[in-house]
């Protein structure tokens, strides 16, 4: 008996449009048909639509970025986001213009407003309806004059295969939970003033259990090891993924997460390319003594870790 094709959505006739998919919507569980070739005249061996001279500067190590109106910054709305600009380098850096984005974790939907600038077509993820509602809302304010398509599922990412089809993605980009990081009452040891409304909260996005950020870092690793592992064939062959991570501190000691999650993806069929590090000095504020005289540490504010990765080439059989 042969397999039911699953329906698909058809987005081609509507172009320039945004689109939230939750459970009970029509789309919900289906095949998005959704634009992912290039439209660009850019060659054929070319990664990226950038000038040589904008890829010159690219090929620093060590990336600095300013927030813009735009951004999300109030911790009450994501305790966790980063600049539209971030965003839009790693984009312009590993896509063409017209190619499909995917965001598993996609959070405030910094992701897919960066895909909208850049005219990109992206797709979100995420398991919490605030943060889909967040999405909508500013996806909402977008340019009108966009050809590019993005649109936020309310999903869990080891769902996301039933909606994209394989061979069909340029470039994964995202900024996942960091394990438990963000699951425990707030100390604001390294805050120069300890006592603001952030002390004593717990600011993980759920207490959902399908939420990576409520798991110890073996539990966390492994789970990001099978999802990733499931969107390995939904990239194009040496289509990049690239995840955003810091370390962190648990009872003084240094969980390497950007170790574990690179041992992981290699096991799981990934191909580490580069190492990036985000240097966040310019936009930390009020950063306090931590550590002295007897423990140095280094403030893990102010740097975390972009990992380039991609899915290794199709060898040619001789």
């Not at 939907?109 to 605030?130: E, M, P, Y």
Request: charged residues 25%; glycine residues 6%.
């Amino acid at each position: 008996m042969s397999k039911k094709k699953k329906p698909e959505t058809d987005y081609n006739s509507n172009k320039g449009t945004s689109l939230v998919i939750r459970e009970g919507s029509p789309e919900y569980g289906k095949r998005l048909n959704i634009g992912y070739e290039r439209t660009c005249n850019c060659g054929p061996t070319h990664i990226n639509c950038m000038t040589a001279k904008e890829w010159l500067k690219s090929q620093l190590g060590v990336w600095q970025f300013n927030y813009e109106s735009r951004d999300v910054r109030d911790k009450k709305l994501h305790p966790a986001t980063f600049p539209i600009s971030l965003s839009k380098k790693v984009i312009e850096l590993f896509s063409h213009q017209g190619e499909l984005i995917l965001d598993p974790f996609v959070g405030s939907g910094t992701t897919l407003i960066a895909a909208s600038d850049t005219d990109r077509n992206a797709v979100g993820f995420d398991l919490q309806k605030h943060y889909i509602d967040l999405c909508k809302s500013r996806l909402s304010q977008k340019g009108l004059f966009s050809n590019s398509r993005q649109v936020a599922i309310q999903d869990d990412a080891r769902n996301i295969h039933n909606y994209i089809s394989n061979d069909t993605l340029s470039l994964i980009w995202t900024s996942p939970p960091y394990a438990n990081l963000l699951n425990r009452k707030r100390k604001n040891k390294s805050r120069r003033d300890r006592n603001n409304e952030q002390l004593g909260k717990v600011e993980q996005y759920s207490q959902d259990e399908r939420d990576l950020g409520t798991m110890a870092i073996d539990d966390y690793t492994k789970a990001m090891g099978d999802i990733f592992e499931s969107l390995l064939p939904l990239l194009r062959p040496k289509a990049h993924c690239v995840i955003n991570v810091p370390d962190m501190w648990w009872e003084n000691k240094r969980i390497t997460i950007h170790v574990s999650l690179i041992e992981e993806l290699r096991k799981r069929g990934y191909e580490l390319r580069n190492i990036i590090i985000w240097d966040r000095t310019n936009i930390v504020n009020k950063i306090g003594i931590f550590g002295w005289p007897s423990n140095y540490i280094t403030m893990g504010v102010t740097f975390e870790y972009l990992l380039d990765f991609w899915r290794p080439p199709i060898k040619k059989e001789k």
